[in-house]
């Protein structure tokens, strides 16, 4: 596989409290199976949709304890530049780059809007095996309460090219789209008073389904919350959920679209 291009999203993992009940549960949900954990690295267990590693989780360091949530690492041809670039454009890092042995280098990072994200130089883990297939990432959005500032960070970090969706029928709608001249890599929405105040700016990960409804009950089954959806758009059929540890993720099935495409205007 070649090297992904600079800001390409290429890997998601989170920390669970309860390792096993998130295996339990995401492997009901998303049909994920798991390898072994790897004692070396934290008990860190990749997950694994038809056999193609999609995902992983890990248990918290010792004083990381706290709210569970999906990390998204976008790739990097040199982490050490790119934490350069995120410390120039006014983020901070949170985790110094690191070698993960020969399986590539990362860094932790939280943009000026208050967005944690990873950046993933690949090594031996090349990062997603397999994308928009059942089980598998689909998609991203950046969610922010101060979209100037993550409008300005993510492109100047990252090169993105920034679009603006125009879309009729819902004209409060900010929502961008950021792409490298090619296809759109992720969005970015406006946390509207809808979001509880206490609820931060985040990236919420989308995972594809075969049956949104389907997925949506058997986490609800499961003691996952359903946040939003099911709804019907001209990319898929979604929801947004938070499962029982309370991470945030949303479920789409891609072959099922309702409606015309909105239309991208480019950003100057």
């Known amino acids: 596989m070649a090297a992904r291009p600079e800001g390409v999203p290429c890997w998601v993992d989170a920390m669970f409290g309860d390792i096993e009940g998130a295996k339990s549960f995401y492997g009901d949900v998303l049909g994920w199976t798991f390898g ?8 860190y267990t990749q997950a694994y949709a038809d056999g193609k590693a999609v995902a992983a989780v890990v248990p918290p360091m010792p004083g990381q304890e706290g709210q569970s949530a999906w990390c998204l690492y976008f790739a990097s041809s040199d982490v050490h530049a790119t934490g350069a670039r995120i410390r120039e454009h006014g ?3 949170l985790m110094d780059p690191m070698q993960v042995g020969e399986f590539g280098s990362m860094l932790l990072a939280r943009s000026p809007d208050g967005v944690v994200f990873g950046v993933w130089q690949a090594g031996l883990h090349e990062g997603f095996e397999a994308m928009g297939v059942p089980g598998a990432y689909a998609w991203a959005e950046i969610f922010t309460r101060d979209v100037e500032k993550s409008d300005a960070f993510f492109p100047a970090v990252f090169g993105y090219r920034a679009r603006q969706m125009e879309a009729p029928d819902a004209p409060d709608m900010d929502f961008r789209v950021f792409d490298l001249g090619e296809e759109p890599l992720i969005g970015r929405m406006k946390m509207t008073d809808d979001f509880p ?7 919420n990960v989308y995972f594809t389904v075969a049956d949104c409804d389907d997925a949506v009950a058997k986490a609800t089954k499961l003691g996952g919350v359903l946040r939003f959806g099911p709804m019907d758009t001209p990319f898929g059929r979604f929801a947004a959920l938070s499962d029982p540890q309370g991470a945030s993720f949303s479920v789409i099935d891609v072959t099922n679209t309702q409606g015309e495409m909105p239309k991208l205007t480019a950003v100057d």
Not at 197 to 203: H, M
Request: aromatic share 12%.
């Open 91 to 93: 983020g901070e890092l």
């Open 36 to 43: 072994e954990a790897s004692s070396e690295y934290g008990n």
């Open 197 to 203: 105040p206490e609820v931060p700016s985040y990236i």
